[in-house]
């Protein structure tokens, strides 16, 4: 066991998988031009990093149960997971799409992991990251012992494929319709993968970065009110 | 593929189509002679739509079913009749602003939209602790008494649609009492944007906590009027019991949360089991009935109506005078609002103070509401126990003034998957009644 604690759980190429957003500039509007002298400014915010053990509490026994259940169906101990995040108290499992499944299965099955619901799956579009641009959130949920986990399985937008996990958690039928819907992932193995919330025969998947919002200028006693997605913005 | 539509003589909009799935009836009533005429000859599998726009279907909800003389064999619902885009529209508009969008999509439980995602907010900014003990008091007063509203109308709309049109009538004019409260309180009977990041929009007004106390003593007594009109009336029993059975293993299957999963017996409760706003401070139970049925839920909405009076009365007792809103002014709501003839808005005081008396108070003012507060970088999730069950908000923030993206997991959404398990192989009319038990509000669904 202590030995296992030596392992890192995050892989060598950890630095290649952060989600980083960069912005530029402080409080001026970005359709204007730099008003505030401070365009030069660059942030970086760093979403989900990755967290080393021990990560505290239950978590570690979570995880060392999903790698000891993917050993099992002969899944590499350094390869389960691409990193693990610890953030506001609640943990992140980046998993492969190649091996989500054997994590799904073990997460409902194993005595010691329970996690008897899926609460759905979310889509997140991160256009800037390149190569991983599609994210998918499992939040999952173990009444008997009483605790909550993610599992992000992050896709590119060139392959949006992710194996379907419905005959596992048959709950998640509709949520992977809607996510299909709003971002374009593929569930592979869906019994019915069809749009669930837009019209049949919409083009586009409205809930990604790159779908604009829509809407049009409101003229309000002489003064014109720019569409939602148009109006000034601050970073 | 060439479809051809063949119009019936007497009515220019009835007639069928040929498909290459077969022939497609439109009924418009009165005319179901010349439909299973037409389809005895064709074939033995009979599809009807039923919805989007039908009394019986709880809202715009589609029904497909395939039937077989008053058998369903195969039950699959079309949604998406309400879909508005709401959480594509949080994306262009700050925190605070959010809130006047979510409280619009179960329109039922305006407050549990509002608290979960402030919650969710809270847990980003990692101020949870910082609410002040009056906000997090007048959350839950304001969450339990939704609670009520919404199981009334549940318990109204489901009478409603199995023929009871008594408990419909005396269902609507006791959450009329609840939706007096509301409006005295926030300005508006529903989508008040009450609840804000930080706390709650405003104090409650003077004589609010008396008119409450008032109404939780009338109450009981009028749910007593409904509840009588139905716990052990034959015929609502004939229509209900046994019908819309759903087990435990089906339940966690299927992801299933609220009375629907405490109808099995369960007593899994989000307020008792990942407490919230304080909720494992109060005192009160988890109702459950181990019949899995439409009546076991009908019973079980009742009790949790009385389980939330027993939650307020405790509030009222609570309320010591105090802040409503956290202190930190980089993101409490910089103005005082007042309830007007017109709603909720900027308090005289407040609009005097920031355009005559005080520069620096207007700029506050101008930054706070024009731009709004950051929010560190990172996504939480945050699950709240809704009327309907566990309504989940997964939200994601870059660090910007606006969210990155938010999700509602909406407990309607996800309940109204058991809709084949429960009606199929079942009576067309109590697919109806299995509907109703679950109580979807499609602005829920949809979002």
């Known amino acids: 066991m202590s030995n296992e604690q030596n392992v890192p759980v995050v892989p060598e190429n950890a630095a290649l998988l952060q989600t980083v957003v960069t912005k530029q500039g402080m409080f001026s509007p970005s359709a204007v031009g730099d008003t505030s002298g401070f365009g030069g400014l660059v942030e970086r915010f760093e979403l989900s990093p990755a967290a080393t053990r021990p990560f505290g509490g239950w978590f570690d026994e979570v995880a060392d149960a999903i790698v000891a259940a993917a050993a099992a ?48 799956v979310n889509g997140v579009h991160y256009p800037f990251e390149s190569g991983r641009e599609l994210h998918a959130v499992y939040p999952l949920q173990s009444i008997t012992h009483n605790r909550r986990i993610r599992v992000e399985v992050a896709v590119s937008d060139a392959n949006p494929h992710i194996p379907s996990v419905v005959d596992i958690y048959p709950g998640n039928n509709w949520h992977e319709r809607e996510t299909w819907d709003f971002f374009g992932i593929v569930f592979d193995g869906h019994p019915g993968l069809t749009r669930i ?39 | ?126 101020i949870t602790d910082q609410i002040p003990e009056r906000a997090n008091v007048i959350r839950v007063m304001m969450m339990e008494l939704n609670r009520i509203s919404s199981h009334l109308v549940a318990l109204a709309t489901g009478g409603m649609e199995l023929g009871a049109l008594s408990p419909m009538i005396f269902g609507f004019r006791e959450r009329e009492l609840v939706l007096d409260l509301f409006e005295l309180i926030t300005g508006l009977r529903m989508n008040s944007a009450y609840i804000r990041p930080g706390g709650v929009a405003q104090d409650l007004p003077d004589g609010a906590v008396e008119k409450i106390r008032e109404t939780m003593e009338l109450l009981p007594k009028r749910l007593k009027d409904t509840s009588d009109l139905l716990v052990d009336n034959q015929i609502w029993m004939g229509r209900t019991v046994g019908i819309g059975f759903l087990d435990l293993p089906s339940c966690t299957a299927l992801g299933i949360t609220g009375p629907v999963l405490r109808s099995t017996g369960f007593a899994q409760d989000l307020r008792k089991s990942a407490p919230y706003c304080g909720y494992e401070t109060y005192d009160f139970e988890v109702p459950t009935v181990d019949t899995c049925d439409v009546y076991g839920r009908f019973l079980l909405r009742i009790r949790e109506m009385f389980e939330s009076i027993k939650i307020v009365n405790q509030c009222l007792d609570r309320l010591t005078p105090g802040p409503v809103m956290v202190a930190d002014a980089k993101i409490a709501w910089p103005a005082q609002l007042a309830v007007g003839s017109d709603g909720m808005g900027n308090s005289l005081a407040h609009i005097k103070t920031i355009m005559a008396e005080s520069m620096e108070a207007l700029i506050h003012h101008f930054k706070l509401v024009t731009e709004g507060f950051r929010v560190p970088a990172g996504q939480v999730y945050q699950a709240i126990e809704s009327p309907r069950g566990e309504l989940g908000v997964h939200m994601v923030s870059d660090g910007g003034t606006r969210p990155y993206r938010v999700h509602f997991r909406d407990p309607s959404f996800n309940n109204l998957q058991a809709v084949a398990a429960m009606g199929e192989g079942g009576q067309v009319a109590d697919i109806i009644g299995a509907i109703a038990s679950i109580d979807p509000v499609m602005g829920g669904v949809d979002r």
């Not at chain 2, 479809?3 to 497609?24: H, K, L, N």
């Open chain 1, 73 to 120: 169906s002969n899944i590499p101990a350094e390869s389960v997971f691409e990193r693990v995040s610890v953030d506001r108290g609640e943990i992140t499992f980046f998993v492969p799409p190649a091996h989500l499944r054997v994590v799904m299965q073990a997460l409902r099955d194993e005595p010691a992991l329970k996690f008897e619901m899926c609460m759905g």
């Open chain 1, 197 to 235: 919330e837009m019209p049949d025969d919409w083009p586009g998947h409205p809930q990604r970065k790159d779908y604009p919002l829509g809407g049009i200028d409101v003229e309000y006693k002489g003064a014109t009110i720019p569409a939602p997605d148009k109006r000034r913005s601050y970073s």
């Open chain 2, 1 to 126: 593929m060439s479809e051809q539509t063949t119009y019936s003589a007497q009515d220019p909009y009835a007639g069928f189509t040929e498909t290459t799935e077969g022939r497609v009836h439109t009924v418009t009533g009165q005319d179901w002679e010349s439909v299973t005429g037409a389809a005895a000859g064709q074939t033995e599998r009979l599809v009807v739509n039923m919805g989007p726009q039908h009394p019986s279907t709880h809202g715009v909800l589609r029904l497909i079913l395939e039937i077989e003389g008053e058998t369903v064999t195969e039950a699959r619902c079309g949604i998406g009749y309400l879909h508005t885009g709401i959480e594509k529209n949080l994306e262009y508009r700050t925190w605070t602003q959010g809130v006047t969008f979510v409280t619009r999509m179960d329109y039922l439980s305006p407050f549990f939209n509002e608290a979960a995602y402030c919650l969710a907010v809270e847990k980003l900014l990692g």
